[in-house]
């Protein structure tokens, strides 16, 4: 009988974790999408804000984040970078009208 190397076992641990590990991850992932106040002069690219990475065009901002519910501490920097946010939702639900106080605080 042939026996298979330890290294090979230990690999097919590893891989077969990080498929079970990859698809719990993956159901809490939401898509986001701010709708700007006023639109872009041109698109943006990996826009880096909060735990989001952005990609903006127009006055629509999306991303795919680890979020159940939007919050304004994942709005915030988004709006630092490109402007006043209209709305912001994860899923199908939305910021409330305080969040997007917080949200745009001091941004013009």
Same mark, same amino acid.
Not at 46 to 49: C, K, Q, Y
Not at 76 to 81: D, S
């Given at each position: 009988m042939r026996s298979l190397p330890v290294k090979k076992i230990v690999s097919g641990l590893i891989f077969s974790s990080a498929l079970v590990g990859g698809t719990l991850f993956a159901g809490n992932?939401?898509?986001v999408k701010a709708v700007l106040a006023s639109p872009l002069s041109a698109p943006k690219a990996?826009?880096? @804000?909060g735990?989001?990475?952005f990609n903006c065009d127009g006055n629509i901002?999306? @991303?795919s984040m680890e979020r159940q519910k939007p919050?304004?501490?994942d709005c %915030?920097? /988004? @709006? %630092?970078?490109v402007g006043k946010v209209a709305s912001f939702q994860v899923g199908n639900v939305n910021l409330d009208e305080?969040? /997007?106080e917080t949200c745009n605080k001091g941004i013009n």
């Open positions: 992932i939401n898509e990996n826009v880096i @804000a735990d989001g990475v901002c999306t @991303a919050m304004s501490r %915030r920097p /988004l @709006a %630092r970078q305080k969040g /997007l």
